[in-house]
Nanobody, 115 residues
Framework: QVQLVESGGGLVQAGGSLRLSCAAS????????MGWYRQAPGKQRELVAL???????NYGDSVKGRFTISRDNAKNTVYLQMNSLKPEDTAVYYC?????????WGQGTQVTVSS
């Protein structure tokens, strides 16, 4: 059974930082491309950051320079370090694992940034 469990969300003031974690089980973690996505109320889910199985990273334009994605294959965990947070970063953040043709999602963790 595949599980992706996000943690680390919460309430933070604008300009602050949070670190999200996504612990994976039931998959060969090192073979999966991992990603973080977010969805704000009334908006579509959007890409935040990706890291491939080989370590290549990609970021959404709105978070470049502020967020950093990383992975620890020994711990089956992917991280999202979020700095200089803005109120517009408020959303539910979801972890995604991809090893084609399989795609898995976590349940999400709420991030709220107050102004």
């Amino acid at each position: 059974q595949v599980q992706l469990v996000e943690s680390g969300g919460g309430l933070v003031q604008a300009g602050g930082s949070l670190r999200l974690s996504c612990a994976a089980s039931g998959i060969i973690f090192s073979s999966n491309d991992m990603g973080w996505y977010r969805q704000a109320p009334g908006k579509q889910r959007e890409l935040v950051a990706l890291i491939t199985s080989g370590g290549t990273t990609n970021y959404g334009d709105s978070v470049k320079g502020r967020f950093t994605i990383s992975r620890d294959n020994a711990k089956n965990t992917v991280y999202l370090q979020m700095n200089s947070l803005k109120p517009e970063d408020t959303a539910v953040y979801y972890c995604k694992a991809v090893q084609r043709p399989y795609v898995y999602w976590g349940q999400g963790t709420q991030v709220t940034v107050s102004s």
